[in-house]
């Protein structure tokens, strides 16, 4: 893929300009104080009415296939409109959860039923979703879950705890991964579902973070039915299915899907600002700093591209979408670290002259570091599935779930 746009790119990169300035009236832009997050039910319906409009003017959904209510246009045409909203300060889509995780699964693996009645109402916000997989005693070790669903005539019954769910306190749906065979070894005995939110037995208590925020939730099911229909592939092959869902993850969250360049430009802008008041050895440092940042968020950009290449000649993103999300965070962290210490001390205040942007992207930066795989795990995929290193010992892999689960419960060794 060229770096620069095409004449046909540039052209669409200006339709996209124009089509946001004439509904910038109908979205909500980060410079409102809005985060994106759905902290109130007036952001929330601000946030589904932005996905909306923006669906209407053709602007999500855009490299989907037409078959499922997408623009049949192409994944660079996906990174200039990601690119334009983030350079018009639009923030992330409420739906992002959706279309990047769950509406790929739902298109890789359910029936043509489930996604004409899903993947409409997903494109505009109408129906909000969020992906339920991690537990407390489940993150990196995901198929270790313990949330169970057992048959139960037409249908099933589910019971458990999720945690760490983004965007349950407003999602309409989500993927559900549930232990449907416990007797089978833990990534053989796992089965997916969609799930309503709003069906009785499902409890929401949203968590709040560090930055202030409350994005994301524990979900609590007691005696959930979900009719058999909602099933995403087959019994036990919730794994695989997950699989579909954690590699369009990593491509989302690290850099295919998300864009630096506005940020490094804010960074610049920034720095414009703050750097005559340093004295000339703290400006020297200052500059180095933002070479580096511009240089990561240039090569992040870029490498995203190039996965996008992968992924229009190949289908499925591969495990170098780890990577990708490996670098993505490095450049993210590379940004808002130079943004605070331009700050100086103004960054031990909220609401400075500069808004609290600063500081509320720095203490985002862990949770980037955890999400869609934190970067101990992406490395060990990375040295494993694409370097060919020798994997870790894992001695649960092939022993039934109950009895590797009682192990761990007594702490007993294998
Ligand atoms: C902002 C945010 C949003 C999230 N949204 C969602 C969501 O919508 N839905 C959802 O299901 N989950 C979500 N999560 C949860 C996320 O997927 C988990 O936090 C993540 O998988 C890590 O799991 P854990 O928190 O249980 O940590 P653990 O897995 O317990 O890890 C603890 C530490 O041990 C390290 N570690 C673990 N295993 C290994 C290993 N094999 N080798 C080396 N080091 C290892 C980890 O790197 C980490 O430093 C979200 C998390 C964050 C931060």
Not at 32 to 44: D, K, L, V
Request: glycine content about 12%.
């Amino acid at each position: 893929m060229d770096f620069e746009d095409t004449p046909e790119e540039a052209a669409y990169r200006a339709e996209v300009r124009s089509l946001l300035e004439e509904h910038a009236a109908e979205l909500v832009h980060m410079d409102s104080g809005e985060e994106g997050t759905a902290g109130s039910r007036t952001e929330e319906l601000a946030l589904r009415r932005t996905q909306r409009v923006l669906a209407e003017a053709g602007l999500v959904g855009v490299a989907w296939d037409t078959a499922h209510g997408g623009r049949g246009g192409t994944l660079a045409q996906q990174s200039i409109v990601h690119q334009e909203l983030a350079r018009a300060r639009v923030p992330a889509l409420i739906n992002h959860i959706g279309l990047g995780m769950c509406a790929p699964t739902v298109i890789a693996h359910g029936s043509q039923q489930q996604r004409d009645r899903y993947l409409p109402r997903l494109l505009r916000a109408e129906d909000v979703w969020c992906q339920l997989f991690s537990e407390p005693a489940s993150g990196s070790d995901l198929a270790a879950l313990r949330t169970t669903a057992v048959r139960e005539g037409d249908g099933w019954v589910v019971n458990g705890q999720k945690v760490w769910t983004t965007l349950a306190h407003v999602a309409d749906f989500g993927i559900l991964l549930t232990r449907t065979d416990p007797a089978r070894p833990k990534h053989a005995g796992l089965t997916m579902f969609v799930v309503d939110m709003h069906a009785p037995g499902v409890e929401v208590r949203p968590l709040k973070q560090m930055g202030g925020q409350s994005g994301f939730n524990e979900v609590f099911f007691t005696d959930v039915h979900i009719p058999d229909s909602e099933r995403l592939g087959e019994p036990g092959e919730g794994w695989r299915v997950a699989l579909t869902t954690l590699l369009n993850e990593r491509v989302a969250v690290g850099g295919g899907g998300t864009d630096l360049g506005s940020s490094v430009e804010s960074l610049a802008q920034l720095a414009a600002e703050r750097m005559p008041a340093l004295g000339h050895d703290r400006q020297v440092l200052a500059r180095q700093a933002l070479g580096r940042a511009v240089v990561a968020a240039l090569a992040n950009r870029y490498t995203g591209y190039r996965r996008y290449t992968a992924i229009s000649q190949g289908g499925l993103p591969g495990p170098e979408a780890s990577a990708g999300k490996l670098a993505g965070t490095a450049s993210a962290k590379l940004i808002a670290d130079l943004g605070v210490r331009l700050l100086g001390d103004d960054a031990l205040y909220m609401g400075t002259p500069d808004g609290d942007r600063w500081q509320r992207t720095m203490a985002g930066l862990p949770g980037l570091a955890i999400a869609g795989g934190t970067d101990e795990v992406l490395r060990n995929i990375v040295g494993e599935r694409v370097l060919g290193l020798p994997p870790e010992p894992r001695e649960d892999k092939h022993r039934p779930f109950s009895e590797a689960a009682a192990t761990r419960q007594t702490g007993a060794m294998a």
